[in-house]
T-cell receptor, first 114, second 114 residues
Framework: EPEVTQTPSHQVTQMGQEVILRCVPISNHLYFYWYRQILGQKVEFLVSFYNNEISEKSEIFDDQFSVERPDGSNFTLKIRSTKLEDSAMYFC????????????FGNGTRLTVT | AQSVTQLGSHVSVSEGALVLLRCNYSSSVPPYLFWYVQYPNQGLQLLLKYTSAATLVKGINGFEAEFKKSETSFHLTKPSAHMSDAAEYFCAVSNNNAGNMLTFGGGTRLMVKP
């Protein structure tokens, strides 16, 4: 069964550094998402992306965050200047067209900011 | 605005016993509802979804959930728990717009005792 893949599985970075989290969505999916889960907290929506532009974003997704689909397969999340509170598990997800079609999630990237 | 409340952050059952994980939602539009399961160090896997067809929804691994509009509930059940069911379970609601952004509940950790 096709799946969403995320790399790396674990990323450690120093405060103030830029990080790029990478995702390869399922190939025929057109909607892409990033969610995050701070340890012990809820899974939170960050951003959705369709037709090469952001369709929705949450308050968390401020100017420090950006997303890009640099080619036909990858979907990336960039954090320009990481803060300690950015430490979390970041999940990429994708879905096909159609209302109610479910999101398929990757295994996540655990980001640790020191 | 949408929200999801999962009653009980931890539920413990004996192997072979009934599993009942509670989920109540709030939505200003007819909701799409989902249950996801997260095994340790893994991503979110879709268990089942409700998209306005049958109110009783059957999912993978013997789980099912019933949509009750009058109670704004979507509780997850399984007649007989297995040790392998131990995981964290998340209820989620999405809007009907093209973004299909998911709002998650806080999660319920299911523990299964031998």
């Amino acid at each position: 069964e096709p799946e969403v893949t995320q790399t790396p599985s674990h990323q450690v970075t120093q405060m103030g550094q830029e990080v790029i989290l990478r995702c390869v969505p399922i190939s025929n999916h057109l909607y892409f998402y990033w969610y995050r889960q701070i340890l012990g907290q809820k899974v939170e929506f960050l951003v959705s992306f369709y037709n090469n532009e952001i369709s929705e974003k949450s308050e968390i997704f401020d100017d420090q965050f950006s997303v890009e689909r640099p080619d036909g397969s990858n979907f990336t999340l960039k954090i320009r200047s990481t803060k300690l509170e950015d430490s979390a598990m970041y999940f990429c997800a994708s879905r096909e067209t159609g209302h109610g079609s479910p999101l398929h999630f990757g295994n996540g990237t655990r980001l640790t900011v020191t | 605005a949408q929200s999801v409340t999962q009653l009980g952050s931890h539920v413990s059952v004996s192997e072979g016993a009934l599993v009942l994980l509670r989920c109540n939602y709030s939505s200003s539009v007819p909701p799409y509802l989902f249950w996801y399961v997260q095994y340790p160090n893994q991503g979110l896997q879709l268990l089942l979804k409700y998209t306005s067809a049958a109110t009783l929804v059957k999912g993978i691994n013997g789980f099912e959930a019933e949509f009750k509009k009058s109670e704004t509930s979507f509780h997850l059940t399984k007649p007989s728990a297995h040790m392998s069911d131990a995981a964290e379970y998340f209820c989620a609601v999405s809007n009907n717009n093209a973004g299909n952004m998911l709002t998650f509940g806080g999660g319920t950790r299911l523990m299964v005792k031998p």
